[in-house]
């Protein structure tokens, strides 16, 4: 059976479903009732405790912490997102952030990342790179030149052109269908 995205139209801005509802008043116990702070990595690290309870793919985790965000002030301090007659559906974007080291070394890290923003979007980039995770993104990772100095990295984000190849969760399907393969290899 195929699952149902939990993403909607940015104009549907109808009540919270049960099931939406369910997550947002989870994230907010998970946050201590605060709102989602993208200068905060441990709320990215409660986003991904979220997307394993409810089994969300990386663009449906994305899209509840900006919904969790953009919805936070008008729920009270009680959080109560059932009440809400009109909410706030963000548009989600795919963004291209890429990391890079100069000084002592260069190097290129890729992440496509679903995003309300590009603040959102490159938080989820930073969680997943300093985590060496895949989280919240797809990770290329471009060649590695080491030197004698420090880490320094910088970071340029951008709506990414082509989306083709990246689907809600494309990649992580093909993922699977190559282990399968790999160990059906095997078994041969």
């Known amino acids: 059976m195929d699952k149902k995205s939990l993403i909607r139209d940015p104009s549907n801005t109808s009540p919270f479903t049960g099931l939406e509802s369910r997550i947002l008043k989870e994230l907010f116990n998970l946050l201590g009732g605060k709102n989602f702070s993208t200068q905060n990595d441990a709320d990215m690290t409660q986003l991904s405790e979220i997307k394993d309870i409810y089994g969300l793919s990386k663009k449906e985790t994305m899209y509840m912490g900006a919904l969790y965000k953009y919805n936070w002030p008008a729920a009270g301090e009680e959080g109560d997102y059932d009440s809400l007659q009109e909410v706030i559906v963000p548009e989600m974007t795919l963004y291209q952030v890429e990391y890079y080291q100069d000084v002592s070394a260069w190097r290129d890290i ?48 951008k709506i990414k052109d082509d989306t083709e190849d990246v689907g809600d969760s494309l990649r992580e399907n093909r993922n699977i269908i190559k282990n399968i393969l790999n160990e059906y290899r095997r078994k041969i």
Request: aromatic content about 22%.
């Open 110 to 157: 890729f992440f496509d990342v679903w995003g309300s923003d590009e603040e959102f979007a490159d938080m989820g980039a930073s969680h997943d790179f300093y985590y060496d995770d895949e989280t919240f993104t797809e990770i290329e990772v471009g060649d590695v030149d080491y030197g004698d100095y420090g880490e320094v990295y910088d970071s340029e984000i």
